[in-house]
C-alpha cells in the first residue's frame, strides 16, 4: 500500500509541475493572441507541427526504432487518432479561441472544469450512479462559475458569451486528453505518444493553414513566444502530464489542474495587469473547492473498495 501511495504521490507532483507550466503559458498565449495579432488557425498550425517534429526527433534518439512499434497495432492506432483529434487538437484549438475572445483567467477557469466532464463521462457512458460527492461538486462549481463570469450581477458576463463557449468547449476536451491517451501509454512512451499526438495534429491543421501561407511579420518577440508557448507550454507540460498517468489514475491526476488557474492569475495580474473583483476570486475558489471535493469523494470509495476486496 505505502508504494502505490508513493507512486500516486509522484504522479500528483508530476501533475502539478505540468499545471504550473500551462498557467506560465496560457499568460503568453493572451499576449500572443490579443497583442500579436496571429490568426489562431497559423498558430495551432505551427505550434502543432512544431511540436510534434521536435518530439519524435527526441523520441527517435531515445527509443530508436520503437518509436513506430505503435502502428503495429490497429487499435493502438485507433486510440493515437482519437487522442490527436479528440483530445489535442480539440483542446489546443478551443482554449486559444477562449484567450483570444476572453482572457486566460477566464478560460483557465473554465478548462478546469474537466474532472467533472470525466465524471459526467463515466455516468452516461458507464451508467454508474452519481455520488453524494458528485452532486454537491457540481453544485459548488455552478456557483463558483456564475460568480467568476458575472461578478455577481447574472444580467451580464464578464467576458462576450463566444468566449464562454470556446471556454466550456477547452473544458470537455481537456478531460479527452487526459483520459483518451490511457491505454496507448501502458505499452508505448509518453514522449512518443505526444509526439506522434502533435505530429498528426500539425498535418491535420497544416491542411486547413498551411505555416508557410499568409504568416504573420516575424520579429524577436514572436519568436520568444512561440519559443515558450512550444517548449514550457506544449512539448513538457504534455509530456510530464502523460507520464504521470504511469503513476496516478486520471481523476486524480486532473485535480492538479488547480495549480493552473492560480499560476494564471498571478501572472496575469503582474505581467497584463489583469483585475479580478472580489466575487471573480470567490468565484474561482469554489470551482477549485468543488473539484477537490469531487476527487476526494472519488479517492474514499476508491479506498474502501480496495479495503473491501483485501
Not at 493572451?30 to 517534429?53: C, D, E, H, M
Not at 496575469?268 to 470551482?287: K, P, Q, T
Request: with cysteine; hydrophobic share 55%; charged share 10%.
Amino acid at each position: 500500500m505505502k508504494t502505490k501511495s508513493n507512486r500516486v504521490v509522484k504522479g500528483i507532483i508530476l501533475a502539478a509541475i505540468a499545471s504550473i507550466m500551462w498557467g506560465c503559458s496560457g499568460t503568453v498565449l493572451q499576449f500572443i493572441s490579443q497583442n500579436q495579432a496571429i490568426p489562431a488557425s497559423w498558430f495551432l498550425s505551427t505550434r502543432t507541427l512544431g511540436s510534434g517534429v521536435i518530439l519524435l526527433i527526441i523520441s527517435l534518439v531515445l527509443y530508436r526504432g520503437k518509436t513506430f512499434s505503435l502502428f503495429k497495432s490497429w487499435k493502438m492506432i485507433g486510440w493515437l487518432v482519437a487522442y490527436a483529434l479528440f483530445g489535442l487538437m480539440a483542446n489546443l484549438l478551443t482554449f486559444y479561441m477562449a484567450i483570444q475572445t476572453g482572457n486566460a483567467a477566464a478560460a483557465t477557469i473554465l478548462q478546469y472544469l474537466s474532472p467533472l466532464f470525466i465524471v459526467l463521462g463515466s455516468l452516461f457512458f458507464k451508467k454508474e450512479r452519481p455520488l453524494r460527492s458528485d452532486l454537491i461538486a457540481f453544485i459548488v462549481s455552478l456557483v463558483g462559475i456564475l460568480l467568476s463570469l458575472t461578478k455577481g450581477d447574472i444580467s451580464q458576463l464578464a467576458i462576450p458569451m463566444v468566449s464562454l463557449l470556446w471556454g466550456i468547449g477547452s473544458g470537455i476536451t481537456a478531460a479527452g486528453y487526459v483520459v483518451l491517451p490511457r491505454p496507448i501509454v501502458k505499452e508505448h512512451p509518453p514522449i512518443v505518444v505526444l509526439g506522434w499526438g502533435m505530429f498528426i495534429s500539425g498535418i491535420l491543421f497544416n491542411l486547413h493553414q498551411p505555416i508557410w501561407v499568409n504568416p504573420p511579420v516575424i520579429n524577436g518577440t514572436l519568436i520568444a513566444s512561440m519559443a515558450t508557448v512550444i517548449i514550457v507550454g506544449t512539448i513538457l507540460p504534455f509530456g510530464i502530464l502523460l507520464y504521470s498517468l504511469n503513476f496516478a489514475p486520471s481523476d486524480v491526476v486532473s485535480i492538479m489542474d488547480a495549480v493552473q488557474p492560480v499560476t494564471t492569475f498571478v501572472l496575469s495580474v503582474i505581467f497584463l495587469s489583469f483585475h479580478m473583483s472580489f466575487l471573480e476570486i470567490v468565484g474561482s475558489v469554489l470551482v477549485i473547492v468543488a473539484i477537490y471535493i469531487l476527487q476526494k469523494g472519488r479517492r474514499t470509495l476508491e479506498d474502501e473498495t480496495e479495503l473491501f476486496i483485501e
